[in-house]
T-cell receptor, first 109, second 113 residues
Framework: GQQVMQIPQYQHVQEGEDFTTYCNSSTTLSNIQWYKQRPGGHPVFLIQLVKSGEVKKQKRLTFQFGEAKKNSSLHITATQTTDVGTYFCAGPNFNKFYFGSGTKLNVKP | EADIYQTPRYLVIGTGKKITLECSQTMGHDKMYWYQQDPGMELHLIHYSYGVNSTEKGDLSSESTVSRIRTEHFPLTLESARPSHTSQYLC????????????FGEGSRLTVL
C-alpha cells in the first residue's frame, strides 16, 4: 500500500531559527495537503498543493511540491512559540487519505 | 469553523463493554473517515465511507465497525472493548472531489480499563 514518510520525527529549535520538514511518498500523488496538530488538539488544514513544482507561501510558511509529485516540504522562517505542534503531510489514494508520520516541532523561547 | 462533532470527548470504560463513538457533520460532505491516533503518534486510517450505505476498512486492522445510514452521521462501534483499544479516535469529513481538505472533529479519547 501507499506509504508517506516524514523526516525528521522531532525537531527542537530556538525561537527565531528556521525549521523544515520533508515528506516522501512511495507513489505519485495527485495532490498533497499539510496539517498542523497542536498538543492535545486535532489536525487543522494548512494548505493544498496540486501542481508539479508548485510553491505556496503563507506568511512565514513556505510549501513546495516536488517535480515528480512524490515529495513535499514545509519550511518555517523565524519560528515562534506559537508554531509548536506536529506537522503532517497527507495525500489521497482513491477514496483513502494517508497521513505522513508527522514531525513534532518544539520551539524554545 | 468546521461543523463536525464527536461525542463523547472522553470515555473511561471497563473491559468487555460495548461502546459507540458518535460523529456528525452538517456540511453535507460525502466522504467521512475514522482515524486512530495514539498520543504524539501518526494517524492510522481504520474506516472510511464515500457515501450513504458505503463503508470500507482502512489499512490499520480494527475490531471496530461503522455504519453510514445518513450522510451526516458516521458512528463507530466496539462490541467488546479491550485495553488495547485505548487510544484517541478522530473523525473527519471532506467533499467528494477528493481534493478537498479534511475537517476533523475534536476527537474521542477512549480508555479501557
Amino acid at each position: 500500500g501507499q506509504q508517506v514518510m516524514q523526516i525528521p520525527q522531532y525537531q527542537h529549535v530556538q525561537e527565531g531559527e528556521d525549521f523544515t520538514t520533508y515528506c516522501n511518498s512511495s507513489t505519485t500523488l495527485s495532490n498533497i495537503q499539510w496539517y498542523k496538530q497542536r498538543p492535545g488538539g486535532h489536525p487543522v488544514f494548512l494548505i493544498q498543493l496540486v501542481k508539479s513544482g508548485e510553491v505556496k507561501k503563507q506568511k512565514r510558511l513556505t510549501f513546495q511540491f516536488g517535480e515528480a509529485k512524490k515529495n513535499s516540504s514545509l519550511h518555517i522562517t523565524a519560528t515562534q512559540t506559537t508554531d509548536v505542534g506536529t506537522y503532517f503531510c497527507a495525500g489521497p489514494n482513491f477514496n483513502k487519505f494517508y497521513f505522513g508520520s508527522g514531525t513534532k516541532l518544539n520551539v524554545k523561547p | 469553523e468546521a461543523d463536525i462533532y464527536q461525542t463523547p470527548r472522553y470515555l473511561v470504560i471497563g473491559t468487555g463493554k460495548k461502546i459507540t463513538l458518535e460523529c456528525s457533520q452538517t456540511m453535507g460532505h460525502d466522504k467521512m473517515y475514522w482515524y486512530q491516533q495514539d498520543p504524539g503518534m501518526e494517524l492510522h486510517l481504520i474506516h472510511y465511507s464515500y457515501g450513504v450505505n458505503s463503508t470500507e476498512k482502512g489499512d490499520l486492522s480494527s475490531e471496530s465497525t461503522v455504519s453510514r445510514i445518513r450522510t451526516e452521521h458516521f458512528p463507530l462501534t466496539l462490541e467488546s472493548a479491550r485495553p488495547s483499544h485505548t487510544s484517541q479516535y478522530l473523525c473527519a469529513s471532506s467533499d467528494l472531489a477528493n481534493t478537498g481538505e479534511l475537517f476533523f472533529g475534536e476527537g474521542s479519547r477512549l480508555t479501557v480499563l
